[in-house]
Nanobody, 120 residues
Framework: QVHIVESGGGLVQAGGSLRLSCKVA????????MGWYRQVPGKERELVAD???????NYADSVKGRFTISRDNAKNTIYLQMNSLKPEDTAVYYC??????????????WGQGTQVTVSS
């Protein structure tokens, strides 16, 4: 079993910043891509940003220019720097590790989620 550990959520005022971290807790052979998704009640989970092992990034239009995703391959960790936060960014943020090759074979894994709340 591969565990995804997230941290960094919380409550912040509009215009403020937060930094989320996500780490694959166990030793794995490789990870193709990692990313952050978010979900609000009654809506589908949506991609916020992801990053491949080679460093290619992809962002939702709603966060471009405000959020930055980065990756430390040596630590199997990604970060999401969120600036200029808006109330509509309020959601549970989930980390996903894609095409993880481990002793269990290959699979995708999700974190437990971390709450981000932006007050107006």
């Amino acid at each position: 079993q591969v565990h995804i550990v997230e941290s960094g959520g919380g409550l912040v005022q509009a215009g403020g910043s937060l930094r989320l971290s996500c780490k694959v807790a166990e030793y794995v052979f490789s990870i193709y891509a990692m990313g952050w998704y978010r979900q609000v009640p009654g809506k589908e989970r949506e991609l916020v940003a992801d990053i491949s092992r080679g460093g290619s990034t992809n962002y939702a239009d709603s966060v471009k220019g405000r959020f930055t995703i980065s990756r430390d391959n040596a630590k199997n960790t990604i970060y999401l720097q969120m600036n200029s936060l808006k109330p509509e960014d309020t959601a549970v943020y989930y980390c996903k590790a894609e095409r993880v090759m481990s002793g269990n074979g290959m699979g995708d894994y999700w974190g437990q989620g971390t709450q981000v709340t932006v007050s107006s």
